[in-house]
């Protein structure tokens, strides 16, 4: 057997089930490799696309997955989404062929290109290969996660490899940490409130933070990354920061101990620090020591795995159950006013252009709640995000950590891939589409349901928003009133025109009938103040 052989066939043995990208002269062996061993190959349209794919894949299904490319272009044509990936510590092993030779066109400094944008890198060696696919996949799947570049030299592919190399160890599971002093603020706060985020990876994280939760008396809330964690709990607050509806905003900032799990306490889940009391005690659990602290003050620091870290205190407090702050009458208070279609608001719909509130809760109102949502980047963003219920983690796929636009279509795509039993809903603004379309050639033949919801303002409306109000020329940031759903049905998606509540009757009827073909909604929607979350988004730049 050959190295990319044995390269293919080890990612299948270490777990990978799907590879995601487009295949070129360099990749073509290694990725034949992974199927013939068993794995499912995903052809994109652009590696950019792939990227995001391999991301949404892993994200959604909480697994390694893996991206396949062509030496040099291939590889820098995905930089985005591998950057998207690293900053979210997905789980990913990317395989790129490499051009040794500085002389060869397709050279790349990888190892440089790889620690630029924060993944890991592992260059497969002929006599070491099987051990090299092995710490490419264990370091992917260790910790909270790692993106990794596995280096494929063109000239080892072909070079034949030994079969009795080292067998692939799963990662050691941390010890658990010293809690007491958490501990104690747990067992003396009166008004405690939870905020998780994507560090809370563990898959039973859940259970333990809401046991917890419930012996010391919490509210429970979520950074957006994490959003749909507490989906379903009477105690759930929602988002913490700019999408936070009102009530979580008041009762997050009369909290008289905040404890972040897996959550640094960003300034879009703090709203720049101002959600948190000053007299409120600030807790921080992260399983990377250098997170603690990073983006605020925290008067206790634990490293270690929310889920474990949770399971620790919940057996130091015993029997102990505190009420904390699960009074009748907060309870009350986030039933009535829980959600933000509770929020009342002046609709600003015309005969032409509907408000994307309106869109949403309609919407939210239409879809199975069996649901996963992916959001890509933009003034719209927040809507689907505040408005569009989810029904657990892996209900929302949150494409921001790179604050890229136009990932959100592909990775909706991984997404539906991961879980072909729920409808994926992705929510896209016209420039993320426009940016992303040719990967609809990808939609139209996968057959995993898929809605993606475009929210068409005819305009890069974040920047018209930034600059209209100081009065500075916005013609580099309109995009013209295209129609997209021509669009989407010229690469074989069925489409539809919304800029009514009305025109809302075939996303009903494609929604009761076999959903087989992807559904583009081109919606117009009014755009005539910027968000309040963008508004706070801007106080960062
Ligand atoms: C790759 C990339 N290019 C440019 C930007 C800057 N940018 C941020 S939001 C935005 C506008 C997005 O427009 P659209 O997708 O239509 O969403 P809208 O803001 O109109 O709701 C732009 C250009 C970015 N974040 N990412
Ligand atoms: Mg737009």
Redesign the pocket.
């Given at each position: 057997m050959n190295v990319a052989d044995a390269v293919g066939a080890a990612l299948v043995a270490h777990g990978a089930d799907h590879a995601f990208g487009v295949v070129g002269s360099g990749n073509f062996h290694v990725t034949n490799a992974f199927v013939a061993a068993g794995g499912r190959f995903v052809p994109a349209v652009h590696e950019g696309g792939a990227a995001s794919m391999a991301d949404g894949y892993a994200r959604t299904g909480g697994r390694l997955a893996v991206l396949t490319v062509h030496q040099g272009p291939g590889l820098t044509n995905a930089l985005?989404g591998i950057t998207e990936a690293a900053k979210s510590r997905t789980p990913l092993v990317v395989v790129t062929p490499e051009a040794t030779s500085p002389r060869s066109n397709f050279h790349l400094d990888l190892a440089r290109i790889a620690a630029a944008v924060g993944a890991g890198f592992v260059r497969v060696r002929a006599e070491h290969a099987l051990a090299d696919v092995a710490e490419a996949c264990r370091t992917a799947v260790a910790g909270a996660g790692r993106t990794v570049v596995l280096a494929l030299p063109l000239d080892v592919q072909g070079k034949p490899v030994e079969p009795d190399e080292p067998a692939f160890e799963g990662s050691a599971l941390a010890g658990v940490p010293d809690v007491s002093t958490l501990v104690e603020a747990l067992g003396t706060a009166t008004r405690p409130v939870f905020v998780a985020g994507r560090g809370a990876t563990r898959p039973d994280a859940r259970a333990a933070l809401v046991d917890l939760a419930d012996r010391c008396g919490a509210l429970l809330a979520v950074s957006a990354a994490a959003r749909g964690l507490f989906s379903g709990d009477p105690w759930n607050l929602d988002v913490s920061g700019g999408f936070a509806t009102p009530l979580a905003a008041e009762l997050i900032g009369q909290a008289d101990l905040v404890v972040a799990w897996g959550s640094t306490l960003n300034m879009w889940t703090t709203r720049h620090g101002r959600l948190i009391g000053p007299e409120a005690v600030v807790a921080q659990v992260d399983l990377d020591a250098d997170a603690l602290g990073v983006n605020r003050p925290v008067d206790v620091a634990v490293v270690g795995d929310a889920g474990t870290v949770a399971e620790a205190c919940a057996a130091a407090l015993g029997e102990q159950v505190r009420p904390g702050w699960r009074t009748p009458a907060v309870r009350e208070r986030i039933e009535a006013e829980g959600a933000w279609r509770s929020v009342s608001y002046v609709d600003d719909s015309g005969p032409d252009r509907i408000d994307p509130r309106t869109l949403s809760i309609a919407l939210d109102d239409l879809l199975p709640a069996e649901r996963t949502v992916v959001i890509?980047?933009?003034?719209?963003?927040g809507y689907p995000s505040m408005f569009w219920s989810v029904p657990d983690r892996a209900g929302f796929l949150f494409t921001q950590a790179f604050?890229?636009?136009?990932l959100g279509l592909a990775s909706a795509l991984g997404a539906a891939v991961a879980r072909p039993d729920r409808l994926t809903v992705a929510a896209?603004?016209?420039?993320?589409?426009l940016?992303s379309a040719a990967e609809l050639a990808t939609a139209a033949r996968l057959d995993s349901p898929l809605l993606v919801v475009v929210?068409?303002?005819a305009?890069?409306?974040?920047?018209?928003?930034h600059f209209g109000p100081e009065g500075h020329p916005l013609d580099t940031?309109l995009?013209g009133d295209r129609d997209l759903a021509a669009i989407a049905r010229g690469y074989g998606c069925l489409g539809a025109t919304v800029r009514t509540r009305e025109d809302l009757e075939p996303v009903r009827a494609w929604l009761a009938g076999d959903r087989v073909r992807p559904l583009v909604v081109d919606a117009k929607v009014t755009?005539k103040h910027g968000s309040w979350w963008l508004e706070e988004a801007f106080r960062g730049h």
């Open positions: 985005t890509d980047s933009g003034n719209f963003m604050q890229s636009i136009g896209l603004g016209d420039g993320g589409f940016m929210y068409d303002d305009a890069y409306g974040a920047e018209v928003h940031v995009l755009s």
